[in-house]
């Protein structure tokens, strides 16, 4: 067995650091989406963010999950926020004015919801698994969402149903108006 | 067994461990294949839009002007960097960087032959998707960032359209990997041994070829950067080295979007008497020749057309191709 640079430098402390990196990126981003005043700075920030917890989920090694948070809050999520805004108002005018109370209200809102997530983090006892070696084919994970959380998915498809009718009458309205 | 077993590299790159060694050598080949590649498709493409209209293309350096490409680079380099004034400095700076990533890490998991890939993931194909979703954000950014009604324009159209043929894409995908029941690229080609995919889906391939055309902003798709409307699109304002960044991305994009056809279905490495790479790059090279050709036949789409054909056309024909893989897998 000759020298490697895994002697010297264990991995653990290498996988510790990549997650170290991670969480700064979900932080920062976090920030940078809610104190620039610059609302495409803000949403460029949710990226990050998003970025960050697809590194926090491949950390927990769940590859599924880490590339759907990807394509889905990167690809799409952000993506059509940013076309939104490209849509709205230009920026060179004066910005509205930081409405106080609403920054006290909102500030007070994610500060308890944070205090209760927390609490219900601490109080969950974590165990080590004892069966990892399960299959999470798509097999799986379609027999699942059509059996076990049959209802779970049922009642997303139903939001999104909702959502494209709302959004085919909003675009209804605004053409017969105009 | 992957390339890290080849004796040269184990002397080389010993020392730093099995799994190390085997990123570290794959990287360091990624960064030379991109931008080389870039360079020979550049010339690729000048020389057969030359040939098409009748003339010769680039001819004065090098043996029919092969190394004009590398004269083009080293003149780009040199070029000085204009931000505008009324740009906003972080973004405009930011937007080249991002481009180039998902041309990068696409790569990791593309299996050239057996034995040449960097790593398998068991989402192989889930990665490539969504990191090539990271470049419309940047070109967004490149775009908003300009401040220039042209770039703006040509940034939300690039959205639109990649949001658009996004769907169809990821559809006829699907129909694929139902098939081979993975989404691993290496279990999806060697599937193929005996009847490549096309032969089961050619309806799939061919949705895939042209989401893959219009997904890289090629003509007939090509709206993002029409040179009569918009002056070049979202780059319309980047000079020098940030400029071939994104030219960079761009057919680093058309590669990737060839290997991936090539993988889901043309066989992957599969071929009589060479080995698994050079069909898997012959292969490539060949349909990226098709969407150059389609590039200097077809003229470019109105918009309207545009969105009908994805929203109207692709959309129902790969959901309906879906539909019929399945009843046709469940009942077999």
């Given at each position: 067995m000759t020298t490697t640079i895994s002697n010297l430098i264990p991995p653990i402390m290498i996988a510790q650091a990549a997650f170290a990196l991670m969480i700064v990126f979900t932080l920062g981003g976090a920030f940078l989406a809610v104190i620039p005043k610059n609302i495409v700075h803000n949403i460029l920030g949710l990226c990050l963010a998003m970025f960050g917890i697809t590194g926090v989920y491949l950390y927990l090694g769940s590859q599924f999950v880490a590339m759907m948070q990807l394509l889905i809050y990167v690809g799409a999520i952000c993506m059509t926020f940013i076309f939104a805004i490209l849509l709205s108002p230009p920026l060179e005018k004066e910005p509205p004015k930081r409405n106080k109370t609403k920054v006290i209200t909102a500030a007070i809102v994610s500060g308890v919801v944070f205090l209760v997530m927390v609490n219900m983090v601490m109080s969950l006892k974590f165990e080590p698994l004892t069966d990892i070696t399960r299959d999470w084919s798509i097999k799986t994970l379609g027999q699942l969402l059509m059996t076990r959380y049959f209802l779970v998915f049922e009642v997303i498809s139903l939001l999104l149903a909702i959502a494209i009718i709302g959004s085919i009458m909003i675009a209804s309205f605004v053409r017969k108006r105009n | 067994m992957n390339m890290t077993q080849l004796p040269i590299i184990k002397d080389v790159y010993g020392f730093l461990g099995p799994d190390l060694m085997a990123c570290v050598t794959g990287l360091l080949l990624i960064l030379m294949f991109v931008p080389l590649n870039s360079a020979f498709l550049v010339w690729v493409e000048r020389k057969v839009a030359g040939h098409i209209q009748l003339r010769p293309g680039p001819m004065e350096v090098g043996p029919h002007g092969i190394l004009q490409s590398l004269i083009d680079a080293v003149k780009l380099m040199c070029k000085e960097m204009i931000t505008p004034d009324l740009a906003d400095k972080y973004l405009f700076w930011i937007a080249p960087c991002t481009v180039v990533i998902p041309a990068i890490v696409c790569f990791v998991v593309i299996p050239f032959s057996p034995i040449m890939q960097v790593r398998e993931l068991n989402v192989g194909i889930l990665l490539i998707f969504a990191f090539s979703s990271i470049s419309g954000l940047s070109i967004l950014m490149g775009g908003w960032a300009s401040n220039n009604k042209y770039s703006l324009i040509g940034a939300v159209r690039a959205v639109a359209q990649s949001i658009a043929y996004e769907i169809p894409l990821l559809l006829s995908t699907m129909s694929v990997i139902i098939m081979s029941n993975s989404l691993k690229m290496s279990e999806i080609v060697a599937a193929q041994s005996p009847v490549w995919n096309f032969v089961w889906q050619p309806v799939a391939a061919i949705i895939f070829i042209i989401c893959t055309t219009a997904e890289t902003n090629r003509a007939p798709f090509d709206l993002v950067e029409a040179e009569s409307e918009?002056?070049?699109?979202?780059?319309?304002e980047y000079t020098g080295m940030r400029d071939a960044l994104f030219f960079m991305a761009e057919y680093t994009a058309m590669f990737i979007g060839s290997s991936m056809a090539v993988v889901l279905f043309f066989g992957g490495w599969y071929g009589p008497f060479f080995s698994g790479i050079f069909w898997f790059v012959l292969k490539a090279y060949l349909l990226v020749f098709v969407t150059v050709w389609i590039r200097w036949t077809f003229p470019r789409l109105r918009f309207d057309q545009l969105m009908n054909f994805a929203w109207k056309v692709l959309i129902p024909i790969s959901l309906l191709n879906l539909l019929v893989t399945a009843i046709v897998i469940k009942v077999l």
């Open positions: - | 918009l002056v070049s699109g979202f780059h319309t």
